[in-house]
């Protein structure tokens, strides 16, 4: 067998970002649009900050927002925006309501007018709610029946005690409760333009598709309460959690780590830190409990990025019999990084994937728009990434090294692990104390 050799890592690209025009209207709506005329189309995202409400009332307008006005049925709605070879849909996260489409770039004034349709005058149908309510909660239910989705509720519940971050899905028998006029108050009360960030990207003029936006969203009421959320708290370690789900096969690993803004200092190298940890398929962690001993399939570790707050999230489903070594094992590869300098190959390695991911974000018109509002919902625009990149492109490993010693040390983690308490107690109380639970707790 002829081993082939790989060849080099070529040059780092500077990355190019496209000019945007932006326009606050007299409403307060921010329009924002860039130029991207790769395919005939247009990406849209309307970005509206939410913040805490009644959590149920809030999912469910996010999933009957666009079930009809006084004019127009969910039908109507969506027959008209396939005319244009357009869509549209809505979708919630514990920030903003965000609603989210495209359509050919012919038909974009079209688009607008049926979003402004939606945003001004959702009436929220009895028949329509009551179809989304029952799928909703059916939806809730398969989730609470899926260690995944226990174990990342168990872990917000930990990172975030009384915030309003700490639960992010309602309970069945809350959103049983809701009713059509709920939604209609709620959406009078937050569905308002003054901080909202509408983004369009494609196949267009820029300046005439802001014209057009005012025109379409001009008129829509500033009326409503301004939304603001407190700060995360800080994390604070506690016992090791451990919550019981007797009879598992698998057992749910999940940490939690600090991190900090984009716009702060230690970002790139916190970035770069992660990916040599857990961020992507040839880092540390996934080479010594995937490929070398076999507990695990698909490791992770990511940056979660939120308007109150930042953390590094990781994450691992682990055979039961292997949870302790594979705790073990992460807490290992947390300390040897936030101990020792990675090696020079290998933070070039991380350096070109963090590269080469930015330049691929925004390489379609859909990626583009999702980065711009996501950027934009944080007070930031695209030419940040530029800046991004740039210091990407500086960071030493000496920097990557003072990273992962303040944010990645194992004893500033707080750790959640789901599965069968009988088999896995024991070997986990070894390696730290633990506070176990049930999973109805």
Same mark, same amino acid.
Request: charge should be negative; hydrophobic fraction near 45%.
């Given at each position: 067998?002829?081993?082939?050799?790989?060849?080099?890592?070529?040059?780092?690209?500077?990355?190019?970002?496209?000019?945007?025009?932006?326009?606050?209207?007299?409403?307060?709506?921010?329009?924002?649009?860039?130029?991207?005329?790769?395919?005939?189309?247009?990406?849209?995202?309307?970005?509206?900050?939410?913040?805490?409400?009644?959590?149920?009332?809030?999912?469910?307008?996010?999933?009957?927002?666009?079930?009809?006005?006084?004019?127009?049925?969910?039908?109507? *709605?969506? =027959?008209?925006? %396939?005319?244009? $070879? +357009?869509?549209?849909? &809505? /979708?919630?996260?514990?920030?903003?309501?965000? #609603?989210?489409?495209?359509?050919?770039?012919?038909?974009?004034?079209?688009?607008?007018?049926?979003?402004?349709?939606?945003?001004?005058?959702?009436?929220?149908?009895?028949?329509?709610?009551?179809?989304?309510?029952?799928?909703?909660?059916?939806?809730?239910?398969?989730?609470?029946?899926?260690?995944?989705?226990?174990?990342?509720?168990?872990?917000?519940?930990?990172?975030?005690?009384?915030?309003?971050?700490?639960?992010?899905?309602?309970?069945?028998?809350?959103?049983?409760?809701?009713?059509?006029?709920?939604?209609?108050?709620?959406?009078?009360?937050?569905?308002?333009?003054?901080?909202?960030?509408?983004?369009?990207?494609?196949?267009?003029?820029?300046?005439?598709? *802001?014209? =057009?936006?005012? %025109?379409?969203? $001009? +008129?829509?009421?500033? &009326? /409503?309460?301004?939304?603001?959320?407190?700060? #995360?708290?800080?994390?604070?370690?506690?016992?090791?959690?451990?919550?019981?789900?007797?009879?598992?096969?698998?057992?749910?690993?999940?940490?939690?780590?600090?991190?900090?803004?984009?716009?702060?200092?230690?970002?790139?190298?916190?970035?770069?830190?992660?990916?040599?940890?857990?961020?992507?398929?040839?880092?540390?962690?996934?080479?010594?409990?995937?490929?070398?001993?076999?507990?695990?399939?698909?490791?992770?570790?990511?940056?979660?990025?939120?308007?109150?707050?930042?953390?590094?999230?990781?994450?691992?489903?682990?055979?039961?019999?292997?949870?302790?070594?594979?705790?073990?094992?992460?807490?290992?590869?947390?300390?040897?990084?936030?101990?020792?300098?990675?090696?020079?190959?290998?933070?070039?390695?991380?350096?070109?994937?963090?590269?080469?991911?930015?330049?691929?974000?925004?390489?379609?018109?859909?990626?583009?728009?999702?980065?711009?509002?996501?950027?934009?919902?944080?007070?930031?625009?695209?030419?940040?990434?530029?800046?991004?990149?740039?210091?990407?492109?500086?960071?030493?490993?000496?920097?990557?090294?003072?990273?992962?010693?303040?944010?990645?040390?194992?004893?500033?983690?707080?750790?959640?692990?789901?599965?069968?308490?009988?088999?896995?107690?024991?070997?986990?109380?070894?390696?730290?104390?633990?506070?176990?639970?049930?999973?109805?707790?």
């Amino acid at each position: 067998m002829t081993v082939r050799t790989l060849p080099a890592l070529g040059p780092n690209r500077k990355l190019k970002v496209p000019a945007q025009v932006e326009r606050t209207l007299p409403n307060g709506l921010t329009v924002i649009a860039i130029r991207r005329p790769a395919v005939p189309l247009v990406e849209l995202r309307l970005w509206l900050p939410f913040g805490p409400a009644h959590l149920a009332r809030s999912v469910l307008l996010s999933q009957t927002l666009l079930s009809g006005t006084a004019t127009m049925s969910s039908v109507q *709605i969506a =027959a008209e925006l %396939q005319t244009v $070879g +357009g869509g549209l849909h &809505a /979708g919630l996260d514990p920030d903003r309501l965000m #609603v989210a489409g495209n359509g050919l770039a012919t038909g974009l004034d079209r688009i607008l007018e049926l979003l402004a349709e939606v945003v001004t005058g959702a009436t929220y149908p009895n028949d329509e709610v009551a179809i989304e309510r029952d799928r909703l909660i059916d939806h809730i239910q398969v989730a609470q029946s899926q260690p995944a989705h226990l174990a990342r509720e168990a872990l917000l519940k930990r990172m975030y005690g009384k915030h309003p971050y700490a639960v992010q899905t309602p309970e069945p028998k809350q959103v049983r409760t809701v009713r059509p006029a709920d939604l209609r108050k709620l959406h009078a009360e937050r569905v308002h333009p003054a901080g909202a960030i509408l983004v369009l990207v494609g196949d267009l003029h820029p300046e005439r598709a *802001i014209d =057009a936006a005012e %025109q379409a969203l $001009g +008129g829509w009421d500033t &009326a /409503g309460q301004a939304v603001e959320l407190a700060p #995360v708290p800080p994390l604070t370690p506690q016992p090791l959690l451990l919550v019981d789900r007797p009879g598992s096969v698998q057992s749910s690993l999940r940490m939690a780590l600090p991190a900090v803004p984009r716009t702060h200092p230690d970002h790139a190298a916190l970035q770069l830190a992660n990916l040599i940890f857990g961020g992507y398929f040839s880092s540390r962690w996934v080479e010594n409990i995937r490929e070398d001993k076999g507990y695990t399939y698909g490791p992770h570790s990511m940056i979660e990025h939120s308007v109150a707050g930042s953390a590094l999230v990781v994450a691992a489903e682990v055979a039961t019999e292997v949870t302790g070594p594979a705790l073990l094992e992460t807490v290992y590869e947390l300390g040897r990084l936030a101990s020792l300098p990675p090696k020079e190959d290998e933070l070039e390695q991380a350096r070109q994937y963090a590269l080469g991911t930015l330049q691929l974000g925004m390489s379609t018109q859909a990626g583009l728009a999702a980065v711009a509002s996501a950027y934009a919902g944080v007070g930031l625009r695209v030419d940040f990434l530029a800046e991004h990149a740039a210091r990407l492109a500086r960071v030493t490993r000496d920097e990557v090294a003072a990273a992962a010693a303040t944010y990645l040390a194992p004893a500033r983690a707080v750790t959640v692990v789901l599965g069968d308490a009988e088999r896995i107690a024991a070997p986990l109380a070894v390696l730290a104390p633990l506070e176990q639970v049930g999973t109805s707790s």
